[in-house]
């Protein structure tokens, strides 16, 4: 058996039906799962593949909560953070980040710092450093082109984040397999059935036959996260729900000043929150924070986006003098959240979720609004002691706070990294990378390489990733399609130019090793040059030009 498939032809009824395998999703899976309740989760596309796939790729502790005094908030994500640091350690690390201070900022130092101190206090007992104030001299060692552009003190906030989210989907979505719920990705949901005056289950298609088959279902959750609204529609007439906000990132090379730690500043345009993030030997710039009333299936980033990213890092050090051909290519999405009317300032909207337990005719209904990457554990927990209670059962303790995610080691995770990069038959550079990105599996596709060594070739230089690791994308993780594989297990297409010159490699492994037929791979090969598209890689035109781009399966 796979750990992971995604396709299942006969379904049968279940406790709960989940609409959308973005984190929400997948986290109530998991945890429903874990809870002994039969679970089919359902997406039109795959894992975590748009909104999910969005974010600044933070674990964050909550520190902006702060400001607000939405304590829970701040707990909340304290004791997720701890959680996914102590049972997901190959996936999320510490990750310090400077916090500039400064006359020019909206807030006085003084009043950060003091912030530093109190989050230290309600973080007692963290697996991190404490959080400090550092001066000019430290700053000169280790920030030079900050201390150049005449910053004199900071705090140092020591936070932590997930560099391949893509994986941590995968995880949760064997995780709750584990135990027992089905999952089904490129399979869209259609309509919703009623039965006695309620919802009572789902009609979706199947992504193999194109027939429409139907799944009863005590309960529904919709965690469409940006579709929430197109899930209620197949309901009927209903109040609008989201009201989602642009967010877009840039990706660039290091460049003049780029510092080794994690930049969180103002811009100072709008006194925005604003990061520069060391990232797989990159830098992500972002966010913006726009109010958006467009489609939310397409959508990328604009020329003004990208010149407020870069002024904003252009104004805080001054020997970057990044340019839009700097750029490596974007990503943009919209926040899943609640809708709240005409807004001039998207960042005051409140980040908790709510959940929305429907009434009358749509009773059985679910409707998760929110949620964020840090807390979908804690969204998770708290959404099926609901769904416990709406079933008749008393909820009992979570499982998932103390559960390792499947690629974590029983031991502590500098040891059995070393140990697997040291013992192992594969050049250092394979070893790393496969530990670093995929755990405890990684042992699986080094066995794939021992048995066929044409299988531990590098397909992309970029990353150093091999044939293996795609074919047991295919094999053991339920992957579909060419950009599934690339973009969501292999995690190539995070390279310099979204994974481009890698496809046709990796296509031609799996003709070779995957069952693929040539036709298959060239036709993957076109829709998923069509799908990075939505990133504006700057190697697709440059490619183009030199009529290098289409490669070949043979």
Known sequence: MPALSTYTPEIPAVDVAVIGAGINGLAVAREAAARGLTVALFDQDDLAARTSAISTRLIHGGLKYLERFELHLVYESIRERNILLAKAPHLVHHYPMLIPFSKQQSRPGWLLACG?????????????????????????????????????????????????????????????????????????????????????????????????????????????????????????????????????????????????????????????????????????IGTTDLPYDGSIDDIVIDDDETAYLLGAVNSLIPQAGLTPEDVLWSYSGVRPLPYVGELDDPSKVSRDHEIVVHDGADSGLVTIIGGKLTT????????????????????????????????????????????????????????????????????????????????????????????????????????????????????????????????PAVAAVLVRHAGWSEDRAAAELDRYRAAMRRFKPRALDTEREAGTLRGSTE
């Open 116 to 284: 530093l101190m109190l989050h230290d206090v309600l973080s007692l007992g963290k697996p991190l450093p404490l959080n400090r104030v550092v001066f000019r001299k430290r700053l000169q060692r280790d920030w030079p082109a900050l201390a150049e552009a005449g910053l004199r003190w900071g705090g140092l906030f020591h936070d932590a984040n997930v560099p391949v989210t893509e994986r941590l989907a995968v995880e949760l979505a064997v995780d709750a397999q584990r135990h027992g719920a089905i999952v089904s990705t490129h399979a869209p949901v259609e309509s919703l059935v009623r039965t006695g005056g309620r919802i009572s289950g789902l009609r979706y298609r199947d992504r193999e036959t194109g027939e429409t088959r139907t799944v009863p279902a005590r309960l529904v959750v919709n965690a469409a996260g940006p579709w929430v609204d197109r899930v209620l529609d197949l309901a009927g007439a209903h109040d609008r729900r989201m009201g989602p906000t642009k967010g877009s990132h840039l990706v660039v090379d290091a460049f003049p000043g780029a510092p080794e730690t994690c930049i969180f500043f103002e811009s100072p345009d709008d006194a925005r929150p604003m990061f520069v993030l060391p990232w797989e030997g990159k830098y992500m």
């Open 376 to 503: 979908h554990r804690a969204l998770g927990e708290f959404v099926v002691r609901r769904l416990e209670r709406e079933l008749g059962r008393r909820p009992g303790p979570s499982p998932t706070r103390a559960a390792r995610l499947p690629g974590a080691p029983e031991g502590e995770w500098a040891a059995y990294r070393r140990g697997f990069i040291e013992a192992g038959t594969l050049p250092a550079r394979t070893a790393t990378r496969l530990v670093d990105t995929y755990g405890v599996v990684a042992e699986a596709i080094a066995r794939l390489a021992e048995e066929t060594p044409e299988l531990a070739e590098v397909v992309d230089e970029d990353t150093g990733a091999i044939a293996a690791e795609a074919v047991h994308a295919v094999a053991e993780e339920g992957a579909l399609t060419l950009e599934d594989v690339v973009l969501r297990r292999m995690a190539v297409a995070l390279n310099r130019d979204v994974g481009l010159a890698a496809a």
